[in-house]
């Protein structure tokens, strides 16, 4: 599922914002690593979690390759707004990680939530003015 809230996140600042060749490019990029992601975690593949963290944590930064494009049709608010919202995702992975740490999961989750909120404001003031 994790897969599927990041490339729903990407989507609008794809399709609104980034819009032509860059966009779509990533849009395809992200939308095939999500379905990865999904086919990693629902088949018995699942026994490596490696391949499914990597494909979590390369989602989330894949944009990177387009910020030029970015710093020019995404406000700074915006991009702010989407960096502290990778960093939450990111930085919960360690939590995710820390098997011995009771409740290790539950924070993890916390900092989907805390990175989920960042996009969902993200998208509010600086995606959908624009649509």
Known sequence: AIFLLIAGTYTPFMLV??????GWTLFSIVWTLALLGVFFQVSLL???QGISLTLYISMGWVVVVAIKPMLDSVATGGLILLLLGGLAYTSGVIFYLWKSLRYHHAIWHGFVLLGSILHFFAVLFYVIPLA
């Open 46 to 48: 699942r026994r490596w």
């Open 17 to 22: 914002n980034l819009r032509g060749a860059w």
